[in-house]
Each structure stands twice: as structure tokens, then as C-alpha cells.
């Protein structure tokens, strides 16, 4: 099963110069609570922007080339693992843009800003696609920049 889990702005900026573009200590902690565990898969740009392998998850990188720092696959190879593994998408714009049809859960955190200059966005969640199942308001704490909005969608 295919999942995406992504952080935008109230304009669906979720990046700018290749780094997200607020400190939100929350929504980090709720994204490795629920990718712990599970396979991620991500474009090459967002993984070069990692320092390191994220921990206990097994990482796949979308690339048309071989490396030797990272498990590589084609878009292809991805979704024929989706039909066995639960997978989720963590980016960038790219990758979302290509999945969102056949994802069928969506995690979405809503950081309450407006970031100028911004040049990555998150994928339109279609309201005839998917249903919101949860939502929750969180206040920003000691390490958030903002308020932010946890929210869950399902696939109709």
C-alpha cells in the first residue's frame, strides 16, 4: 500500500532551496512515530538532503541512477513493492506529484504560516479522492517555529 506523509504551509509550500523551510520539532517526532519501522521512499534531491539514512526505516531512493550510499529503485520497481509492502512516499514535490493517485493514505501537517519564496509544494488533495478521517490542532511547542494541524485522509 502506498502512503504519503508531507509538512506544506497554508500554501502548500513544503520546501525552499532544497530544505524545509520552518524548525517544527512536533511534527518530526510524529513523523518518525509513524514511518518507524516501514519502508520510505524518496527522490534522489530529497535524499541528498539528508545527513544520513533515516534509522530504523528502510530507505528507497527513486533514481535513474545506480548508487552505492542508498537502495535505488525505478517508479516501476516501487509499485510492484506496493502491492506487497506498505511504503510511504516522503517526498519531494516530484515524487508526490507522481503517487498521489494511487496512494491511499495521506498524512498531511498543515504548519499555520506562509513561507515567501518557496519552490517546492505538496499535491492538491482532491475532496472527491480522498476523506478526511482525523484532524488535530496542535499549539507550537518549546522547538516549533508554528501551530500546526495533523491530519489523516483516506482514500474514498
Known amino acids: 500500500m502506498l502512503m504519503m506523509i ?29 514511518t518507524l519501522g516501514k519502508t520510505v521512499v524518496m527522490g534522489r534531491k530529497t535524499w541528498d538532503s539528508l545527513p544520513f539514512p533515516l534509522p530504523g526505516r528502510r530507505n528507497i531512493v527513486i533514481s535513474r541512477s545506480n548508487r552505492d550510499d542508498v537502495e535505488v529503485m525505478s517508479i516501476e520497481e516501487v509499485r510492484g513493492l506496493a ?31 506562509k513561507i515567501e519564496d518557496g519552490d517546492t509544494f505538496a499535491p492538491e488533495i482532491n475532496p472527491e479522492d480522498f476523506s478526511l478521517e482525523s484532524e488535530e490542532i496542535v499549539k ?9 494541524k495533523f491530519q489523516k485522509w483516506i482514500r474514498n
Open 83 to 113: 502491492k506487497t509492502d506498505d511504503l510511504f512516499v516522503i517526498g519531494g514535490g516530484e515524487i508526490y506529484s507522481i503517487f498521489i493517485e494511487e496512494s491511499n493514505v495521506i498524512y498531511r501537517t498543515i504548519i499555520d504560516s
Open 6 to 34: 508531507f509538512a506544506c504551509d497554508l500554501n502548500g509550500v513544503i520546501g525552499k532551496n532544497g530544505d524545509l523551510p520552518w524548525r517544527q520539532s512536533t511534527d518530526l517526532q510524529f513523523f518518525k512515530k509513524t
Open 140 to 148: 507550537a511547542g518549546e522547538n516549533d517555529d508554528f501551530d500546526m
